[in-house]
T-cell receptor, first 115, second 115 residues
Framework: AQSVTQLDSQVPVFEEAPVELRCNYS??????LFWYVQYPNQGLQLLLK??????LVKGINGFEAEFNKSQTSFHLRKPSVHISDTAEYFC?????????????FGKGTKLSVKP | DAGVIQSPRHEVTEMGQEVTLRCKPI?????LFWYRQTMMRGLELLIY????????DSGMPEDRFSAKMPNASFSTLKIQPSEPRDSAVYFC?????????????FGEGSRLTVL
């Protein structure tokens, strides 16, 4: 079965600084990878996804992520963060050919952007 | 377009009481999911439905939990009797093609506190 590890539970950063949120996965088969964002008191929203093709994936709000198969990683990056990016970010993985309910979430990384 | 609608947003109840959480998925979505989010365990899938039929309820903690989907526009998650360890945020999500595609649309959640 697949698993997801988000290496940092909290990441504080100053406004306009770059940020990287780390995600590693484990699976014996090919995977699909996702990042979701959860703003305070809201549900999760899909930020970006990797299904196939280019390993660099661009999402909403200026975020991007790079799939690295050899390192089994899917780190999320943004070159310059805003206060409004303060939220919790979840990495998720599903297995190619898996069931329609198969989506495993990481424990989340809380991004705190300070002025 | 209306998103996934959950009610109530907040529920405070005493141990032993029955709790019913409600969800209206996005029209046209064939899949409906119930998740539970806690600090300790993160986001866990409880059960999911496809075309109103429960497909996988292996995540339901115990017999105190039950979920129904009587029609395509309504689902309930019931806890009877409730216990303090059930305190969590419960999310409903719907999807047009299944969670494995990453196309999950979450409601804003129901925050349950059991005293």
């Amino acid at each position: 079965a697949q698993s997801v590890t988000q290496l940092d539970s909290q990441v504080p950063v100053f406004e306009e600084a770059p940020v990287e949120l780390r995600c590693n996965y484990s699976s014996s088969v090919s995977v699909y990878l996702f990042w979701y964002v959860q703003y305070p008191n809201q549900g999760l929203q899909l930020l970006l996804k990797y299904l196939s093709g280019s390993t660099l994936v661009k999402g909403i709000n200026g975020f991007e992520a790079e799939f690295n198969k050899s390192q089994t990683s899917f780190h999320l990056r943004k070159p310059s963060v805003h206060i409004s990016d303060t939220a919790e970010y979840f990495c998720a993985v599903s297995e190619y050919g898996g069931s329609q309910g198969n989506l495993i979430f990481g424990k989340g990384t809380k991004l705190s952007v300070k002025p | 377009d209306a998103g996934v609608i959950q009610s109530p947003r907040h529920e405070v109840t005493e141990m032993g009481q029955e709790v019913t959480l409600r969800c209206k998925p996005i029209s046209g979505h064939d899949y409906l999911f119930w998740y539970r989010q806690t600090m300790m365990r993160g986001l866990e899938l409880l059960i999911y439905f496809n075309n109103n039929v429960p497909i996988d309820d292996s995540g339901m903690p115990e017999d105190r939990f039950s979920a129904k989907m009587p029609n395509a526009s309504f689902s309930t998650l019931k806890i009877q009797p409730s216990e303090p360890r059930d305190s969590a945020v419960y999310f409903c999500a719907s999807s047009p093609r299944g969670a494995h595609t990453g196309e999950l649309f979450f409601g804003e959640g129901s925050r349950l506190t059991v005293l």
